[in-house]
């Protein structure tokens, strides 16, 4: 594997846009120490009915944060370029205790601003002069109803780093105390691990699948007692601020924080369920064409199709890439080039450089992205998703003020997943290979298989085990498992033997303790499947209308903003959009075999 310095500078990432040196970054590290380290906020604390000082603590506020964003984001690819320097490690620490330290100060503006009168709140939203703050205002008009005493504020700010620390304790038990004991791959007994076991299950024999599978749910089985109380004690701490807030449910008061109607998640599951004979019959399928006499819940990874994969080298793949989406029209295939020619990307894989890929999201520069990658179908994907969620960034920061240009988790993975369906229909459209239309089909459904049934399969599971505490019966290990072993039955069907360790999966689920989030997941592809949709059949309105959308930045509630791109999931329709298509492709794989 390469050096970091033996990476070809036009596969490495420009960070000069940022700063010109480290030696750059250390002094606006030390000039806003300087100027904020010991600066007094408390002329704005108590003072946030009067306009002027209302404005100048946010326009304030704006400007150290604009300022630590672009310190942040260089200290942290720097990091992963090469973990192993500890220069870079240390300033990426620093700028977080700085962080802390500076936002610890301004912690005061949201609570203060929910005291305000609904008179003094109604003229500031109306105010052109708060027009960037408009949404952040009508969010705090939302949520005065949930809002306690200055005292209750305060207890319950003091209690929060007890009460947040559930997903600490499972963390630990997840990964310094699973024990994960040796096992089988490739003729060696190697060392379990969390990535590994995914391998194993995508290309180990039978044997190995089955060994892998029994000993990693073994570890998590010796561990239950003391999950099952940790993720007791996370839904308890739910249950109890949704009490003293005044929510209905614990539901309520998820989807009130990220301003969803809650009607999206009952569309979610309710859509689902309709949808799950077409699951059934793939899981079916899949015992049919592997071949299998038996298909266990450690079979469902095994590809369908082998030797199919594409191979190329990466300026190949981004042109491929570009090609692929060409719906979007010549200006988002030149974002794409420009991205690629202006040292957005860092490409390869070198000693010591940071696994994995994403995009990070800067309003005062252009987005960066890490790759690593290598000559696969995978990676050709990873590619077109990574530069989708860049390129909403880019847009939303070019047309929205910096206080309105965050997009929330609800939408992030809408942009990357339609250039992952683009792609994948391109590719299908403009293949004569058999096998490798076959392969493209089976990776698209399993994608619906493991991110919008699985992960609403997750999110139905936290809703029933939530129920259940908010009527007063206890979480324990017994109900708690049977309740997951129900739901896995009816998701995955007959087509399957349900092997008594899969009762134990949700144990393994880190999400679970970020109460109620995976369903985004599911709504993400499903938002992204209609709008592929509409974009292939409406052309250039369809398109015009999804670039409003990655313009909108956080600039409304996420289901308004989604509207604008012609999906609205407070009704039915997108729902049954996305099962459609996998029935479809489910039917076109049938026809190929």
Not at 321 to 331: Q, R
Request: hydrophobic letters at 40%; glycine letters at 6%; one cysteine or more.
């Amino acid at each position: 594997m390469l050096e970091r310095k033996d990476v070809p500078q036009n596969l490495k990432w420009n960070l000069t846009d940022l700063f010109p040196s480290d030696e750059a970054w250390e002094t606006e590290y030390k000039a806003i120490e300087k100027e904020y380290g010991e600066y007094d906020f408390s002329v704005f604390e108590g003072k946030l009915a009067d306009k002027a000082t209302l404005l100048a603590c946010l326009r304030l506020n704006d400007t150290i944060s604009r300022r630590l964003e672009k310190l942040y984001i260089y200290a942290n690819v720097r990091h992963d370029e090469d973990v192993r320097i500890a220069k870079n490690t240390s300033a990426l620490a620093m700028v977080g205790a700085m962080f802390s330290k500076i936002f610890a100060k301004l912690s005061f503006i949201e609570p203060e601003l929910t005291t305000l009168s609904d008179e003094v709140l109604h003229g500031f939203i109306a105010d052109p002069d708060f027009a960037p703050y408009e949404y952040m205002l009508r969010k705090v008009e939302k949520s005065k109803a949930h809002v306690l005493s200055a005292a209750e504020e305060k207890l319950l700010a003091l209690g929060s780093d007890v009460m947040g620390g559930f997903q600490d304790v499972f963390s630990m038990m997840n990964n310094a105390n699973l024990n994960l004991p040796k096992a089988s791959f490739n003729g060696e007994e190697v060392q379990m691990s969390h990535g590994l076991y995914g391998v194993v299950l995508r290309s180990g024999t039978a044997a190995e699948r089955k060994e892998w599978f029994e000993k990693y749910y073994g570890a998590y089985i010796n561990l239950i007692d003391a999950i099952a109380q940790t993720y007791y004690g996370n839904v308890k701490k739910d249950v109890f601020y949704k009490t003293v807030r005044g929510y209905d449910s614990c539901i309520a008061m998820a989807m009130s924080g990220e301003d969803v109607n809650p009607v999206v998640y009952d569309n979610l599951i309710e859509s689902v369920h309709e949808g799950l004979p077409a699951l059934h019959e793939y899981i079916s399928l899949r015992k049919t064409v592997t071949g299998m006499e038996e298909q266990h819940a450690y079979d469902v990874f095994v590809p369908l199709v082998d030797n199919a994969e594409i191979k190329m080298p990466f300026e190949k793949a981004y042109e491929l890439v570009i090609e692929g989406l060409a719906p979007l029209g010549k200006d988002y295939q030149n974002l794409l080039r420009k991205g690629k020619n202006e040292g957005w990307i860092d490409v390869c894989e070198n000693e010591g450089k940071r696994c994995g890929a994403y995009s990070a999201g800067i309003y005062d520069c252009h987005p960066y992205v890490l790759l690593n990658y290598q000559e696969t179908t995978n990676d050709i994907f990873t590619v077109a998703h990574e530069m989708g969620h860049a390129l909403h960034t880019y847009k939303s920061s070019s047309a929205q003020p910096y206080a309105k240009s965050g997009y929330t988790i609800f939408l992030a993975e809408i942009a990357s997943t339609v250039n992952e369906v683009l792609l994948l229909k391109h590719l299908y459209k403009n293949s004569t290979d058999k096998n490798l239309k076959k392969f493209l089909l089976n990776y698209y459904m399993d994608t619906f298989r493991a991110t919008l049934f699985r992960q609403t399969q997750f999110a139905e599971f936290e809703q029933l085990a939530h129920a259940k505490a908010e009527e007063g019966e206890a979480l324990t290990k017994e109900n708690l498992s049977e309740l997951y072993y129900g739901l896995n039955k009816q998701y995955y069907g007959d087509g399957i033997i349900h092997d008594d360790e899969i009762r134990y999966e949700w144990a393994r689920i880190p999400h679970f303790y970020s109460s109620f989030y995976v369903y985004k997941y599911a709504t993400g592809i499903i938002s992204a499947v209609s709008i592929v949709k509409r974009i292939l059949t409406e052309g250039e309105k369809a398109v015009q209308d999804y670039f409003e959308f990655l313009s909108s930045g956080g600039s409304d509630d996420p289901v308004s903003i989604l509207k604008k791109a012609g999906v609205d999931l407070t009704g039915k329709a997108p729902f049954k959009a996305a099962m459609d298509e996998f029935k479809a492709t489910l039917e076109e794989f049938k026809t190929l075999l």
